[in-house]
């Protein structure tokens, strides 16, 4: 994956949150990293080491409105 490839959705998500103006700042409680997810959306099994072939999944967990 290409380092462009990742900048983008991180781009796009940082302008959906600057859009959504609210009272109280939201603020980011935790980036969780691994190889699989809950129902939720939340990392399943936490991890910070991949090998090439792996899948990687991102969840940011926020406070706030």
């Given at each position: 994956?290409?380092?462009?490839?990742?900048h983008i959705p991180i781009l796009i998500l940082f302008a959906c949150l600057v859009g959504c103006g609210s009272g109280e700042p939201l603020r980011v409680a935790s980036i969780q990293l691994g190889r699989?997810?809950?129902?939720d959306g939340t990392v399943a099994g936490h991890t910070t080491s991949?090998?090439?072939g792996d899948t990687v999944y991102v969840s940011?967990?926020?406070?706030g409105d």
């Open positions: 994956m290409h380092t462009s490839s990742i699989s997810l809950n129902a991949f090998a090439r940011i967990v926020t406070t």
